[in-house]
């Protein structure tokens, strides 16, 4: 393959995933660093953890939608898989792909096909809850050695069943009010429905190992029936693709999907205009054509109420073939490279963006606080070495003197620990009350609220209604508990400012967490579920099955918001603790180590000079780890800064960029990183 036809989103993901491993890395030397020198606390070691978790763990969601024999499928081959040199997905005329298929790679899991049967959308669990369950699960191994065999095993996606019409009503794929969306029935009045209700590939493929999910979604049946797909994956996609036919435009079924599922503002949104080839006309010229699909790219712009900009013709076919042909004319001609650029540029730079800011935030947070440290361990260094070459030519009795006043002074400083106790039990009561408003509790009484809304609305007008008051009900509560953060770093400030003052702390606090950003990701929820509760779906929504499945959906991704929002306080109150505990050992370690000198001074005129040579190279030793943590420190903070010099310019028709909390995500891990 030349170099003008490689694929340019897969390059700049390797490119981001080298700028990832790279960060990692100086991550590690800097922890390295810390925990030799003994300076990394729990929360400090928490924030390491999470943060090189991320890295390794980042998850880039790129969904595909579209209706069926758009070329879905061929686009993701092109663009991701083409060096294979043959289609990974099945990609024929005609209905292909008939479930939403995942396709990542896991290295704990073995490399294989895995399909969710369809008759599981009649138990009350959903998708997220049958992930965790394999029972549920058929799974297909795939011979990466052998791939003829691999891509007939793929075909599986492509099964269907024939079932009695009150099964296909049952499964959601039959609705008596919406006639004309529902498919055709056979001689003997049966319907033809998918074999599976989901699909996951699991292959070590180098693009699914840096991190990408490609989400492929088939058509409306697929979107309209499958609650969790609307309210789960779909939002949780980092970038969407909706993919059109040149041939036929904005169809009714295609405007269906993008009004209901894809219009909102939520998403990076990029429009596929595909099957271009198929407007070549022999009796036309190649300007002539051009005009054409210009006119359809406007187009299909105005019937979706977007811009241009966003609007993509390419032929998928033809990017494929070129690709596996090694053919750069072809490539070139499909005008694939300039969808894969707005995705590049649009969304790559973005989560690089991201990613810096959180490690560099984190970065210059620890060096504060590890700087305090070392800089109160050499002054009081100091003070020591002070004291000991006053003592230089005294008399056995001034170190006496000297031995006394330093227990006394160890003694008044443990008077610090009433004062302490005092702090941990106002400090402990305060944060027990911020969270009150963040457990799983508070969320039960506003959701059951709109439940009951749900089941006795029958337009949904007042479900819509209830449901975005209970939106605004769960704000509050972050709110309350952002103001009660505010209370804590008030009482915590004044608190540290008086044990600095009569104690000789240097204790410093960080910032409290900004918990409004769990209010965007709240609101991203609210945008994502009124969508759904339109009209269009108040008949389906009216089924008891649907509406159990609706009300698990919404309570998991409300708990994974609040669960993280309460993990991010947690820690920020850890941290302001566990600071005070190790500035507490560290006076306590100082006061032993003095009296302990002292006292071998007063056995043997030759320590003192020993002693004040040890507390010399001592304070050398602490020079030097604050020259190593700051070049440590300093190379995390150039790798991450690299981000805005790979950057390229966003493209602006794209899209805002917006904050995703991952439906599927375990609570507690959003926190700090």
């Given at each position: 393959m030349?170099?003008?036809?490689?694929?340019?989103?897969?390059?700049?993901?390797?490119?981001?995933?080298?700028?990832?491993?790279?960060?990692?890395?100086?991550?590690?030397?800097?922890?390295?660093?810390?925990?030799?020198?003994h300076?990394?606390?729990?929360?400090?070691?928490?924030?390491?953890?999470?943060?090189?978790?991320?890295?390794?763990?980042e998850?880039?969601?790129?969904?595909?939608?579209?209706?069926?024999s758009?070329g879905?499928?061929?686009?993701?081959?092109?663009?991701?898989?083409?060096?294979?040199?043959?289609?990974?997905?099945?990609a024929?005329?005609g209905?292909t792909?008939?479930?939403?298929?995942?396709?990542?790679?896991?290295?704990d899991?073995?490399?294989?096909l895995?399909?969710?049967?369809?008759?599981?959308?009649?138990?009350?669990?959903?998708?997220?809850?049958?992930?965790?369950?394999?029972?549920?699960?058929?799974?297909?191994?795939?011979?990466?050695?052998?791939?003829?065999?691999?891509?007939?095993?793929?075909?599986?996606?492509?099964?269907?069943?024939?079932?009695?019409l009150?099964?296909?009503?049952?499964?959601?794929?039959?609705?008596?009010?919406?006639?004309?969306?529902?498919?055709?029935?056979?001689?003997?009045?049966?319907?033809?429905?998918?074999?599976?209700?989901?699909?996951?590939?699991?292959?070590p493929?180098?693009?699914?190992?840096?991190?990408?999910?490609?989400l492929?979604?088939?058509?409306?049946?697929?979107?309209?029936?499958?609650?969790?797909?609307t309210?789960?994956?779909?939002?949780?996609?980092h970038?969407?693709?909706?993919?059109?036919?040149?041939d036929?435009?904005?169809?009714?079924?295609?405007?269906?999907?993008?009004?209901?599922h894809?219009?909102?503002?939520?998403?990076?949104?990029?429009?596929?205009l595909?099957?271009?080839?198929?407007?070549?006309?022999?009796?036309?010229?190649?300007?002539?054509?051009?005009?054409?699909?210009?006119?359809?790219?406007?187009?299909?712009?105005?019937?979706?109420?977007?811009?241009?900009?966003?609007?993509?013709?390419?032929?998928a076919?033809?990017?494929?073939a070129?690709?596996?042909?090694?053919?750069?004319?072809?490539?070139?001609?499909?005008?694939?490279?300039?969808?894969?650029?707005?995705?590049?540029?649009?969304?790559?730079?973005?989560?690089?963006?991201?990613?810096a800011?959180?490690?560099?935030?984190?970065?210059r947070?620890?060096?504060?606080?590890?700087v305090?440290?070392l800089?109160?361990?050499?002054?009081q260094?100091a003070?020591?070495?002070?004291?000991?070459?006053?003592?230089?030519?005294?008399?056995?009795?001034?170190?006496?003197?000297?031995?006394?006043?330093?227990?006394?002074?160890?003694?008044e400083?443990?008077q610090?620990t009433?004062?302490?106790?005092a702090?941990?039990?106002?400090?402990?009561?305060?944060?027990?009350?911020?969270?009150?408003?963040l457990t799983?509790?508070?969320l039960?009484?506003p959701?059951?609220?709109?439940?009951?809304?749900?089941?006795?609305?029958?337009?949904?007008?007042?479900?819509?209604?209830?449901?975005?008051?209970?939106?605004?009900?769960?704000?509050?509560?972050?709110?309350?508990?952002?103001?009660?953060?505010?209370?804590?770093?008030?009482?915590?400030?004044?608190?540290?400012?008086?044990?600095?003052?009569?104690?000789?702390?240097?204790?410093?606090?960080?910032?409290?967490?900004?918990?409004?950003?769990?209010a965007?990701?709240?609101?991203?929820?609210?945008?994502?579920?009124v969508?759904?509760?339109?009209?269009?779906?108040?008949?389906?929504?009216?089924?008891?099955?649907?509406?159990?499945?609706?009300?698990?959906?919404?309570?998991s991704?409300?708990?994974?918001?609040?669960?993280?929002?309460?993990?991010?306080l947690?820690?920020?109150?850890?941290?302001?603790?566990?600071?005070?505990?190790?500035?507490?050992?560290?006076?306590?370690?100082?006061f032993?180590?003095?009296?302990?000198?002292?006292?071998?001074?007063q056995?043997?005129?030759?320590d003192?000079?020993?002693?004040?040579?040890?507390?010399?190279?001592?304070?050398?030793?602490?020079?030097?780890?604050?020259?190593?943590?700051?070049?440590?420190?300093?190379?995390?903070?150039?790798?991450?800064?690299?981000?805005?010099?790979?950057?390229?310019?966003?493209?602006?028709d794209?899209?805002?960029?917006?904050?995703?909390v991952?439906?599927?995500?375990?609570?507690?891990?959003?926190?700090?990183?």
């Amino acid at each position: 393959m030349t170099q003008n036809s490689a694929p340019t989103f897969a390059r700049q993901l390797d490119e981001l995933s080298a700028w990832r491993a790279a960060l990692d890395a100086r991550l590690g030397r800097l922890a390295r660093l810390v925990r030799d020198e003994h300076l990394l606390d729990e929360s400090q070691a928490g924030w390491f953890d999470a943060m090189r978790a991320r890295l390794a763990g980042e998850k880039l969601i790129v969904a595909f939608v579209a209706e069926f024999s758009r070329g879905k499928s061929e686009l993701i081959n092109a663009i991701f898989f083409a060096e294979t040199g043959r289609r990974m997905l099945p990609a024929t005329p005609g209905r292909t792909t008939m479930c939403p298929v995942e396709l990542g790679f896991d290295a704990d899991e073995p490399v294989g096909l895995v399909l969710l049967p369809i008759e599981t959308r009649l138990e009350a669990a959903s998708l997220t809850e049958l992930r965790h369950q394999p029972r549920w699960w058929t799974r297909i191994e795939l011979d990466l050695s052998r791939p003829d065999d691999m891509a007939q095993a793929l075909q599986e996606v492509m099964r269907t069943r024939v079932v009695p019409l009150e099964e296909a009503k049952a499964l959601g794929f039959w609705d008596d009010e919406r006639a004309d969306d529902n498919p055709p029935l056979d001689a003997e009045g049966r319907v033809e429905v998918p074999a599976w209700r989901h699909a996951r590939i699991n292959l070590p493929h180098p693009l699914l190992k840096r991190g990408l999910v490609v989400l492929d979604t088939p058509g409306l049946n697929a979107i309209g029936t499958e609650p969790e797909l609307t309210l789960g994956l779909l939002p949780s996609a980092h970038a969407t693709v909706f993919i059109l036919g040149a041939d036929t435009g904005v169809t009714k079924s295609d405007l269906a999907i993008w009004r209901d599922h894809l219009g909102g503002p939520a998403l990076a949104r990029f429009v596929a205009l595909n099957k271009i080839d198929s407007l070549a006309d022999p009796l036309s010229t190649p300007q002539q054509v051009a005009k054409v699909i210009e006119r359809q790219c406007d187009t299909v712009a105005r019937d979706l109420g977007i811009t241009r900009s966003q609007v993509f013709p390419i032929s998928a076919r033809q990017a494929l073939a070129g690709r596996v042909e090694g053919d750069a004319a072809q490539v070139e001609a499909s005008r694939i490279l300039g969808l894969e650029a707005a995705l590049s540029e649009g969304l790559l730079p973005r989560r690089r963006e991201m990613l810096a800011q959180g490690a560099m935030d984190g970065v210059r947070q620890l060096q504060a606080q590890i700087v305090r440290t070392l800089n109160d361990q050499r002054r009081q260094g100091a003070e020591q070495m002070l004291e000991l070459r006053g003592l230089r030519g005294k008399s056995a009795g001034k170190v006496q003197l000297m031995l006394q006043r330093t227990q006394a002074e160890a003694a008044e400083f443990e008077q610090c620990t009433t004062k302490l106790a005092a702090m941990r039990s106002v400090h402990s009561r305060m944060l027990k009350d911020a969270l009150l408003g963040l457990t799983s509790d508070r969320l039960r009484e506003p959701v059951e609220r709109f439940q009951q809304e749900l089941g006795s609305s029958l337009l949904l007008i007042g479900a819509r209604r209830v449901f975005t008051e209970t939106c605004e009900e769960l704000r509050g509560y972050l709110r309350e508990a952002h103001q009660r953060a505010g209370e804590i770093h008030a009482m915590l400030t004044a608190a540290f400012s008086r044990l600095n003052a009569e104690f000789g702390f240097s204790l410093a606090l960080e910032p409290q967490p900004d918990l409004a950003r769990f209010a965007d990701d709240l609101t991203v929820i609210e945008r994502n579920y009124v969508q759904y509760l339109g009209l269009g779906q108040a008949i389906r929504l009216a089924q008891p099955r649907f509406q159990a499945q609706f009300r698990r959906m919404l309570v998991s991704r409300l708990r994974v918001v609040f669960e993280n929002a309460s993990s991010e306080l947690e820690l920020w109150n850890k941290t302001a603790s566990a600071q005070v505990d190790a500035q507490l050992r560290e006076r306590r370690r100082a006061f032993k180590r003095r009296q302990e000198a002292l006292e071998r001074i007063q056995l043997a005129a030759g320590d003192l000079e020993s002693r004040l040579t040890e507390l010399q190279t001592q304070d050398e030793a602490l020079q030097q780890t604050l020259q190593r943590l700051g070049e440590a420190v300093d190379a995390v903070l150039e790798q991450a800064a690299s981000a805005q010099a790979l950057a390229g310019p966003a493209t602006p028709d794209a899209g805002p960029a917006v904050r995703l909390v991952e439906p599927t995500q375990e609570p507690g891990r959003h926190a700090r990183a």
